[in-house]
């Protein structure tokens, strides 16, 4: 049974193509070599997108869990996961409570690529706080001020001074690395990160 369709289930309802998912796999190089370089036995994607970041690291990690609140999305991460022959197990689940969801699992990672931009400084620290709550370490990548547009409409883009800001009242140790530099299009010798690597854990 199809799930129905909904605003991020149409964004990511695009057919299934292996080169699409490489582009993807090789922009966000920093998160998933962390990840593996880190040798992880456990790890926990938080908003899964189109999947094939779960489905992807689950031919190196033992255990990878994806979640989302979006059945629709879920089921376009299943049907990734199947074609590109992943071992990720998908649920529904609030980011919001990932405690109450995962109350005696112990993750390695918990990562997320493309979320926590479209939340308010409240909802980030939630967000993290609940996944520094069940993981070791936070990956967390979100594009730059630099990226050059709002894919889905409503990502607020801004610089690792923000990120730093926004967090900060956590009390947790944040590292901010730009990645996937290119050129400004205003200034052609000008290189910017179109995207943020921030790595949250405690001290």
């Given amino acids: 049974m199809t799930a129905p369709a909904t605003a991020w289930g149409k964004f990511y309802d695009e057919d299934f ?3 699409r998912i490489l582009d993807n796999i090789g922009a966000h190089g920093p998160l998933l070599g962390e990840v593996l370089d880190a040798r992880a036995q456990a790890v926990l ?3 899964v997108g189109s999947g ?3 489905a992807f690291l689950s031919h190196y990690v033992p255990s990878v869990i994806g979640v989302d609140n ?3 999305v879920l089921a376009k991460a299943e049907e990734t996961n199947r ?3 992943g071992r990720a197990t998908f649920r529904q689940a609030d980011a919001f409570a990932l405690e ?3 109350p005696a699992t112990r993750f390695d990672f918990a990562i997320s690529q493309g979320l ?3 939340f308010s400084d409240d909802e980030i620290r939630s967000l993290v706080a609940q996944q520094v709550a069940v993981a070791s370490t936070v990956l967390v990548s979100i594009p730059s001020y630099w990226y050059p547009q709002q894919d889905f409409g409503n990502e607020r883009l801004l610089k690792p001074e923000d990120w730093r800001r926004i967090l900060a009242p956590l009390g947790l140790r ?3 690395e730009p990645y996937g530099f290119s050129r400004n299009r205003k200034n052609l010798f000008l290189w910017k990160p179109f995207h943020l690597l921030v790595r949250v854990r405690r001290e």
């Fill in 17 to 19: 193509s292996f080169r």
């Fill in 45 to 47: 994607e938080v908003g």
């Fill in 52 to 54: 094939s970041m779960s």
């Fill in 70 to 72: 979006d059945d629709a």
């Fill in 83 to 85: 074609t590109m022959q």
């Fill in 100 to 102: 109450k969801v995962f």
């Fill in 116 to 118: 926590l931009e479209h």
């Fill in 174 to 176: 944040v590292d901010v």
